[in-house]
């Protein structure tokens, strides 16, 4: 992982990059979610490309665990609703409409572990793509994201202007 940051950096165009790489190792301290939370705005722009990197990967990794855990929790949910609602407990749902209401519980529970999931691999492939060393840059029309985007949202794929589609979808 070190390595591969390392090369990521090299690849930006800060030209006194490999020297500060060398001897960065001090400055890019890697911070906890708190220390970088805590950032403004302003500070975030001015981090090294390097700790900018290590920044984001520290935020996606703990949304990651969120994201992972919360999933888990709706599998869980989805997995006894459906077991309550076996032929057994059928003449008592009829009564109480119960059993519809955990059908319904368990179809929303079903579509949060999907989109938690589909969030998780958002995240593995903002992942690569630090590794890779094209983070931070639209999908689409190729422009580097704002880093104050990247923040908000640090698996973002898109510009702003790309997400909203206007150009390139009419
Ligand atoms: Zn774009």
């Known amino acids: 992982m070190e390595e591969l940051a390392k090369t990521a950096t090299k690849r930006s165009r ?4 490999s020297r500060a790489a060398d001897a960065g190792n001090a400055s890019v301290a890697v911070r906890t979610k708190e220390e970088i939370e805590f950032l403004t705005d302003d500070e975030y722009e001015a981090l090294s490309e390097e700790e900018f990197l290590a920044a984001q ?3 996606l990794e703990s949304e990651r665990q969120v994201y992972t855990s919360q999933a888990e929790m709706f599998k869980e949910e989805a997995a006894t609703l459906a077991r309550e609602s076996e032929p057994g407990d059928v003449q008592f749902d ?11 519980e368990r179809e929303r529970d079903l579509a949060l572990l999907a989109s938690h999931l589909a969030t998780v691999s958002e995240i593995d492939s903002a992942l690569e793509k630090i590794q890779a060393g094209t983070y931070g840059i639209c999908e689409n029309c190729k422009a580097e994201i704002p880093r104050i985007r990247m ?15 206007g150009l390139t979808r009419r």
Request: some cysteine; aromatic content about 4%; proline content about 3%.
């Open 57 to 59: 990967r520290v935020l």
């Open 94 to 104: 009829e009564e109480s409409g119960e059993g519809g209401n955990s059908t319904m």
């Open 14 to 17: 800060n030209s006194a990059g």
């Open 151 to 165: 923040r908000a949202l640090p698996y973002a794929r898109l510009c702003v202007k790309c997400k909203s589609g």
